[in-house]
């Protein structure tokens, strides 16, 4: 177990519909990453927040991917008017100062119909 | 922008055979970090092993060494006396360190091995 939860695990959706993902690291986790995984390959970082504040997000796909962690713990994930396109798993990971590693969570599989 | 490039897209060894995955990379940082994740069939990502730049002598973490060329950009991984437990996608993964900006860039993954282990 690496700390990290993510919901829901999986979501069906009709395209243009709107769809959150919620990603709760253990309270020493202050870094928090959100990653998107398509078949076959490799994790693709999208967005970074160190405690609440969001550093980087220029890696969010398109401007209905928005990210938010407004009190520093959990963090929620949401995609406004999906597109079959975002069908992936979506990833979210956590890390703390003075520490390079990542632990992810389980990730979030999203189904657009 | 940095790449990391893993050119075997599935490798298959028996039970307690040593078995090497590759991986090369590509930045113009010098201060960096390289990670080899393990992510088992509908299972959680987890750090297998990692090595810092400035290091040195390669990282080992029991029946995981790595093999760190930094002049030539190569990070592999051996797996020794393997199990059936360790079968599952490997990914070969880069971070800029802290000092550098780093960190905030997340990781940059290859495309990943699948190994499988036979009993």
């Known amino acids: 177990d690496t700390g990290v939860s993510q919901n829901p695990r999986h979501k069906i959706t009709k395209r243009g519909q709107n769809v959150t993902f919620r990603c709760d690291p253990i309270s020493e986790h202050n870094r928090l990453y959100w990653y998107r995984q398509t078949l076959g390959q490799g994790p693709e970082f999208l967005t970074y927040?160190?405690?609440?504040?969001?550093?980087?997000k220029s890696r969010l796909l398109s401007d209905r991917f928005s990210a938010e962690r407004p009190k520093g713990s959990f963090s929620t994930l949401e995609i406004q008017r999906t597109e079959q396109g975002d069908s992936a798993m979506y990833l979210c990971?956590?890390?703390?100062?003075?520490?390079?590693?990542?632990?992810f969570g389980p990730g979030t599989r999203l189904t657009v119909l | 922008a940095q790449t990391v490039t893993q050119s075997q897209p599935e490798m298959s060894v028996q039970e307690a055979e040593t078995v090497t995955l590759s991986c090369t990379y590509d930045t113009s940082e010098n201060n960096y970090y390289l990670f080899w994740y393990k992510q088992p069939p509908s299972r959680q990502m987890i750090l297998v092993i990692r090595?810092?730049?400035?290091k040195q002598q390669n990282a080992t973490e029991n029946r995981f060494s790595v093999n760190f060329q930094k002049a030539a950009k190569s990070f592999s991984l051996k797996i020794s006396d393997s199990q059936l437990g360790d079968t599952a996608m490997y990914f070969c993964?880069?971070?800029?360190?802290w000092g550098s900006g780093g960190g905030a860039d997340g990781l940059t993954f290859g495309k990943g091995t699948h190994l499988i282990i036979q009993p």
């Open positions: 090595q810092e730049a400035y």
């Open positions: 993964a880069f971070m800029r360190s």
């Open positions: 990971a956590a890390g703390r100062d003075s520490y390079n590693e990542q632990f």
């Open positions: 927040f160190q405690n609440e504040a969001q550093l980087e």
